[in-house]
């Protein structure tokens, strides 16, 4: 599987963004779906998950209620709709394809090339 993540930019505290991540191959609905997040200095960071079918969502607590997790077997794609973001969340976002339900980073099998999100206070 291959992963290309896009939709990151420069936004306001409080302002919202739509990653998408889309993926090549046939398989893709059998993946679960995680996006992480890595900071300058900091290690990468599990931010919300969906199930292959995407009846089961998870997030981190940092972002519960504000970001949502979505994806579209029939366009390949997994989705993440930030809201209410704030400068703790400026990050490169990195969506990965994985066997199962997992927070843990190293769990996941394939990875896209990262999209920055910037958050201005």
């Known amino acids: 599987v291959q992963l290309q993540a896009s939709g990151g930019g420069l936004v306001q505290a409080g302002g919202s963004l739509r990653l998408s991540c889309a993926a090549s191959?046939?398989?893709?609905?059998?993946?679960?779906m995680g996006w992480f997040r890595q900071a300058p200095g900091k290690e990468r960071e599990f931010v919300a998950g969906?199930?292959?079918?995407?009846?089961?969502?998870y997030y981190a607590d940092s972002v519960r209620g504000r970001f949502t997790v979505s994806r579209d077997n029939a366009k390949n794609t997994v989705y993440l709709q930030m809201n209410d973001l704030k400068p703790e969340d400026a990050a490169v976002y990195y969506c990965?394809?994985?066997?199962?339900?997992?927070?843990?980073?190293?769990?996941?099998?394939?990875w896209g090339q990262g999209t920055q999100v910037t958050v201005s206070s």
């Open positions: 191959g046939r398989s893709f609905n059998t993946y679960y």
């Open positions: 990965a394809a994985g066997r199962g339900r997992s927070t843990v980073a190293s769990m996941y099998d394939y």
């Open positions: 969906i199930s292959s079918g995407g009846g089961i969502v």
